[in-house]
């Protein structure tokens, strides 16, 4: 209605303006003054309404624009007060300007103006002078809540060339975390076990004794798993599965896996220890991710002597266990297996290349020489890779040149090695598993079909793909694995002095003149290579020393230091690029061991190509794992590793952190066998 009566009086004005407009044309026209009075003075009135009336809008109008731009000022007042998101702005100098409501309660209440950003959000993480850099996001906490804390820039000027300060929106997912943590909890877990010297243990025991052994190591392995509430099922006389919660397979973490030492403590009648391995796998998609993972945990555990548990948990590998030492394997028959099967490799290979780990020593060399008879034994076309590097590869090619001409033409370096590589050649790799080992990367690259014969522990990174995996943590030596190996090759194989001479050698080096890890099986193999032709004055002339490695070496004695009760550790310091360095730290480290109330020694040589650490145990603290920690590997009692980008003294300070960690754990393991768990 009101629409209509405003279009009627427009209408009007219109009409009376134009009847107007014609009384003053025709008053003109026709002369007469009166009418064109008459016509002007409507003219004026109809003006004077259609002023007043468009005076009227413009305030109506401005009015209803003050009316709509209050609303809305108060409208986002109100949103900005209300938003379920705390909102605050800083200066350029990291000074709060101002928050809101929702702010100044998350952060305590304490957030008045004028307040620097360390007295508004917990430090260090939310340095001003950082985060004002760029735009971010991240997560912080703030007493017990949650927050998605995101940083913008303000731009004060119209170009955008001065960012002064920023905004911090923060949103609290408090209860978006604690439903993820309480889902991350109650992830599942699944884990494989293995009694992994079954067979060892049980051997000579009567029926009854074995029973009641099988009994309680399954007895230990169902307590732990009732103990992190899981669900525990044996399926075979040696192996087992465990299924537990994420949060359980933490508390077994922080418990480093007890279950093991629980296992190994059962006495019942035996005369070994029980021992179990595990491989246990977390945040994998799937019961059947889950399930290869574990076996993969479990089968790197085996791998790597057994007596341990290997997690895969996070996107990492961590150990846990391998106190005890391995125990060597009577039984040969995969000695033998592993033979027929490189046996009929070779065969269908086209050459054959050997090749050891880079600086090789006599048990590398003596493993490829073993090898390298095999092969030579077909009249393959077979070459050794060599590193060049090292006093013992020095010294056994000059042995060769000297006494068998054969393998002075056989050993060969990277570039002649490419030269002779086909698609159908066969690598075996001895002495090492991991690649960075290798001693040519090229050739390791070039050939796809790989074996791998080592007596390490089992590292994750180890080369991948390889046809045959024959790892032995329990030998002495790869070059008593290859000794064995070549028995069941051919037991009618005659060797020259050269080839038993360097794998007699190759056994020396490793069991340190036969005081360490050796077995029944280590003095066999070594009988059968002095049968075999194997010299000692020839061996014995290999192991010398000259002068100034003599005089360095009991100068790194003489200078050792005792940091920490049973720790010695010496330090080389600007030692040579030469070939033999690592071969005094290693004797160094050797000869600081026979010291009284010596548990452990570490040797570091600091030169310009980086640190190289040589580290020895009598077996109370497992030196492997301590080098793996820092990239190296080895065994429970030797072990080493080469690091760049940290000093000798910076080293110490973590050696000795990690030593002390193990011999106090083991005190305290020693304190609860005494007292009872």
Known sequence: MEKVSKRFWDNLRMVIGILGSVAVLFGIFKGDLVFAFVGFIVLLIVYYFSQRNSRIKEAWLNHYLDTVVRNIERANNYAVQRIPVGIAVFDKEGHLQWKNELFATWVGGKADEGDSMSQVLPPPENNFATISLKDSEKQIKIADRSFNMLVRRIQTSADGEHDTGIVIYLIDITDRERQRKRYEAEKVCFAYLQFDNFNDVMKGLNESIRANLAVEVTKAIGQWAEEMQGVFLRYADDLYMVSISRKALEETIARKFDVLDRVREIKVGNKIPPTISMGVASDERGLLGLSQKAQSGLDLALGRGGDQAVVSIGGEMLFFGAKSSVQAKSTRVRARVVSQAIHELMINADKVFVMGHVNEDYDAIGASLGV??????????????????GTSLERMEDLATETDQAYAAVLVNEDQAMEHITTNSLLILVDHHRPMLSASQKVLKA???????????????????????????????????????????????????????????????????????????????AAFLRRSGA???????????????????????????????????????????????????????????????????????????????????????????????????????????????????EMEVKIIAMAKKQLEEREADENNITTGR
Do not use: C, W
């Open 535 to 649: 010299d000692p004055g020839v061996v014995s002339q290999l192991f010398k020393d000259d002068q100034a490695t003599v005089m360095e070496r009991a100068r790194l004695i003489s200078q050792a230091r005792i940091p920490y009760p049973g720790l010695a550790i010496s330090i080389y310091r600007n030692a040579p690029e030469g070939q033999n360095t690592s071969v005094i730290i290693a004797q160094t480290a050797d000869e600081l061991l026979t010291m009284d109330d010596i548990n452990v020694s570490v040797v570091m040589s600091e030169a310009p190509d980086g640190l190289g650490i040589s580290a020895r145990s009598d077996g109370n603290i497992n030196v492997q794992i301590m080098m793996e920690e820092l990239g190296g590997g080895g065994h429970q009692t030797v072990a080493g590793v080469k690091v760049k980008g940290i000093t000798a003294d």
């Open 372 to 389: 390298a008879k095999m092969a030579m034994s077909f009249h393959k076309e077979t070459y050794i890779v060599t590193s060049g590097q």
């Open 447 to 525: 050939i796809e079909r790989r074996v791998i014969i080592d007596h390490h522990r089992r590292s994750e990174d180890a080369i991948k793909n390889a046809i045959l995996f024959y790892m032995e943590p329990a030998s002495s030596s790869t070059s008593e694995l290859v000794t064995e190996m070549l028995h069941y090759f051919d037991d009618t194989m005659e060797f020259t002095t050269l080839e038993a001479s360097a794998l007699y050698a190759g056994i020396l080096v490793d069991t340190k003149n036969f005081a360490v890890q050796t077995g029944e099986r280590t003095f066999e193999a």
